[in-house]
């Protein structure tokens, strides 16, 4: 008999102590995420040098527009949005990170400072949510790492012509997440959020790289998962139905799957049925404050958005909600008001069956 059959078993990473805290949350109500980042930066009008501040001052590439640099030129601006939300009603912020890797810094030049990026980004959550809980006490207020689906995609060619080239590997994109949920793990993150899905397969590499990293550490967080769906074909820009999605990365026993992005509220209910049925799991629900309108802007008002995630939550959809593009404080305080008298869903017990997928589910 070998060595290795009769090793013993490594023991299970240890839970994050945000654990408990986190399931009577989910227990005890619905719980609410924040709004949009982005579009509540753009109301500061910040300019190239405001991007740059003094550090920056003499870079040779434009840097206007990268949001997560904020966090080390401008962390008030960021701090005030996070403490802004958590104003509002807001049980978890994600951190100013959702590009704070070295595939998405590329665009920049700046991938050396990826880690202090990111390191930067949850520093100026979790003043925003020390604060909150200051002024309230006996509330928890909790950090979310923001680990966005990269500029990247896995699954497809960027170049019609060549079908089979990929600008990017797995292994290059494991490397990137990796790096990432590092940074956000040490600098004291209690959740992790992978976000705005649209290529199954990055997502894939991250939930990998996030395990190599729980196994490594002997430690695991709560995961949290959400994927777009892209229009009215139900499916994400790689091809997969919501159940198929669930299906693909269930074995990474997410704390919550939900859907963000894309869409406006009203025209995810199908999809979010679909993932409130066979979820074993928390299911949320951020939507966009509608589509665009043909000046980039959002339209949907905060009483919009509310009475939609408010018909959610009264048909047991939803355990979280919040806004993704266009949604603002405003909006998060009347969906936090909307859901604050309605139970939580109860995660489904489907059947023991095996479930697989490729672009559609296949259960036998």
Known sequence: MSDLATAP??????EHPSFPALRELFARRIAVLDGAMGS???????SEADFRGERFKDFPHDLKGNNDLLCLTKPSVVEEIHA???AA???IVET???SATTIGMADYHLEEIVTELNHAAVACARRAAR????ATPGRRCFVAGAIGPLNRTLSMSPDVNRPDYRAVTWSQVVTAYTQQVEALIDAGADVLLVETIFDTLNAKAALYAIDEVFERRALRLPVMVSVTITDASGRTLSGQTTEAF???IRHARPFSVGINCALGGRAMRPYIEELARIAECHVTCYPNAGLPNAFGGYDETPADMAAILREFASANLVNLVGGCCGSTPTHIQAIAEAVRDLSPRVPATPPVA???SGLEPLTA
């Open 246 to 248: 669930y299906n693909s």
């Open 96 to 98: 100013n990170s959702f």
């Open 354 to 356: 095996l479930r697989l």
């Open 131 to 134: 604060a909150a809980e200051a």
């Open 84 to 86: 802004a939300y958590f």
């Open 9 to 14: 078993a490594s023991p299970p990473p240890a």
């Open 89 to 91: 009603g807001a049980d």
């Open 40 to 46: 509540m930066v753009q109301t500061y009008g910040l």
